[in-house]
Every structure is written in C-alpha cells, then in structure tokens.
Nanobody, 123 residues
Framework: QLQLTETGGGSVQAGDSLTLSCTTS????????MAWFRQVPGKEREGVAM????????YYGDFVEDRFTISLDNAKNTLYLRMNSLKPEDTAMYYC????????????????WGRGTQVTVSS
C-alpha cells in the first residue's frame, strides 16, 4: 500500500510563496502519475497539477495561471508544488495523490491519497 505524506502548508500573506512536499512510502517511479488537489469545506475537490512520473509531462488547472510548478524528485521519492503569487482564494486543504494507471486532473478518483496540508492565504 502506497502511503503519501504532505508537509509545507502554513499561513501566508497574499503575494507570498510556499512549497508543498509529498513524500511517498515507495519509489515514486512505481506510480504512473502523481498530482496535487485542493479542497475547501463545502466544495468539491479540484485538481491543481499533475505529473507523469516517468515522462515528466505536467498539467495544470486553469486557475493556476502559471503561478504554480509541480515537480518530482525520484531520488528523494518526493513530489513538490511550488506556489508563487498566492491569493486568498488559494486557501484550501492541499492533498497529494498517486495512481498506477492513467488519470485525468478533473477525475477525483485517484487510488492513493495523503491526509492533506492546510494552506491559508490572508489579504
């Protein structure tokens, strides 16, 4: 069973940057894709960014607007999300996800999930 652990969340001001990390219990290249999702209470979970672990291709949600960068360090078995120019509307619980098969960013049914890390952006 693959376990995912997110760290790096916190409270920041609008315009600040933050980097989230997701460490895995197994080799990251054993998965097909990894991704970051976020969720606000009362709303559906939405895809932020995803990466194909062996090819490196990346995909982002439309709202990212080139502010976020997803990356993978296979040597450290760690997924990252660098977030720049944070806005109050980026406030959410951020989750790491992984799957052994192809998934779309709009599909919330990924196989493995972390417990999340809270990001709060104040104006």
């Amino acid at each position: 069973q693959l376990q995912l652990t997110e760290t790096g969340g916190g409270s920041v001001q609008a315009g600040d940057s933050l980097t989230l990390s997701c460490t895995t219990s197994k080799y990251t290249y054993s998965t097909f894709q990894m991704a970051w999702f976020r969720q606000v209470p009362g709303k559906e979970r939405e895809g932020v960014a995803m990466i194909v672990t062996k090819g490196g291709m990346t995909y982002y949600g439309d709202f990212v607007e080139d502010r976020f960068t997803i990356s993978l360090d296979n040597a450290k078995n760690t997924l990252y999300l660098r977030m720049n120019s944070l806005k109050p509307e980026d406030t959410a619980m951020y989750y790491c996800a992984a799957d052994y098969f192809q998934k779309q960013l709009y599909d919330p049914n990924w196989r493995f999930w972390g417990r999340g890390t809270q990001v709060t952006v104040s104006s």
